[in-house]
């Protein structure tokens, strides 16, 4: 018989899903499941006349980073930042760049930039007699140049936009060697080999004939 002065212990009991006492039920938390990296945002910047750099920030979870050259792969790196080398001067050129790690390889973000302008190389030039005064000299057009410079030895002649000179008031049957120089906003080519011809032999002048009656 319960005479209302005894002592009660109550328990929470909690059952297998943790449901049961005074306490809420505890939401489970959602498993993470692991993916390939995103991709990288990239950058590229002409960094002189043969060479773009490539940059990009660090992509969570990558372990490496592919970078791509039409198509193929040119480098595997863990850097964030890649020079690209040995480029043509004044020309576009575009890369592609992927994060990887051990579950997979990002989709590939392209960048494109123009590699700067560089000085003209020195042309390649011919010399041919085509008088007894004068020499013509002629070269193949070069890359980015916008002016010829001729000399002769060390005189300068001319500064031109043609491929052709014909140097003239020259003396017959004389050695001549010429110099030409390729220019553009950014600078000038060194000399070409020296290139040498003979102008040709003169024409003697028509004798005056005289005739005397001896008899």
Same mark, same amino acid.
């Given at each position: 018989?319960?005479?209302?002065?005894?002592?009660?212990?109550?328990?929470?009991?909690?059952?297998?899903?943790?449901?049961?006492?005074?306490?809420?039920?505890?939401?489970?938390?959602?498993?993470?499941?692991?993916?390939?990296?995103?991709?990288?945002?990239?950058?590229?910047?002409?960094?002189?006349?043969?060479?773009?750099?490539?940059?990009?920030?660090?992509?969570?979870?990558?372990?490496? /980073? +592919? !970078? &791509?050259?039409?198509?193929?792969?040119? $480098?595997? #790196? =863990? %850097?964030?930042?890649? *020079? @690209?080398?040995?480029?043509?001067?004044?020309?576009?050129?575009?890369?592609?760049?992927?994060?990887?790690?051990?579950?997979?390889?990002?989709?590939?973000?392209?960048?494109?930039?123009?590699?700067?302008?560089?000085?003209?190389?020195?042309?390649?030039?011919?010399?041919?007699?085509?008088?007894?005064?004068?020499?013509?000299?002629?070269?193949?057009?070069?890359?980015?140049?916008?002016? /010829? +410079? !001729? &000399?002769?030895?060390?005189?300068?002649? $001319?500064? #031109? =936009? %043609?491929?052709?000179? *014909? @140097?003239?008031?020259?003396?017959?049957?004389?050695?001549?060697?010429?110099?030409?120089?390729?220019?553009?906003?950014?600078?000038?080519?060194?000399?070409?080999?020296?290139?040498?011809?003979?102008?040709?032999?003169?024409?003697?002048?028509?004798?005056?004939?005289?005739?005397?009656?001896?008899?």
């Amino acid at each position: 018989k319960y005479d209302g002065n005894a002592d009660f212990e109550w328990i929470n009991y909690k059952d297998e899903n943790n449901y049961g006492g005074d306490d809420e039920p505890e939401d489970p938390e959602t498993p993470v499941t692991p993916t390939a990296p995103a991709a990288p945002v990239v950058t590229a910047e002409a960094v002189s006349s043969s060479s773009i750099k490539l940059t990009w920030e660090a992509v969570d979870g990558a372990t490496s /980073y +592919n !970078v &791509y050259s039409s198509g193929y792969n040119i $480098a595997t #790196i =863990t %850097e964030t930042n890649y *020079t @690209v080398g040995y480029l043509s001067s004044n020309t576009e050129f575009c890369f592609s760049v992927s994060a990887v790690n051990e579950l997979g390889e990002s989709a590939q973000t392209e960048a494109c930039a123009t590699t700067q302008k560089a000085k003209p190389i020195a042309p390649e030039v011919t010399a041919t007699p085509t008088g007894e005064s004068t020499i013509e000299l002629s070269w193949y057009d070069v890359n980015n140049a916008t002016h /010829y +410079n !001729v &000399y002769k030895g060390e005189e300068f002649l $001319a500064r #031109i =936009t %043609e491929i052709t000179y *014909t @140097v003239e008031g020259l003396e017959a049957e004389t050695q001549y060697c010429f110099t030409v120089t390729a220019e553009n906003e950014v600078g000038v080519s060194d000399k070409s080999e020296e290139k040498c011809a003979t102008t040709e032999e003169s024409i003697p002048d028509a004798p005056v004939v005289t005739a005397t009656a001896t008899s």
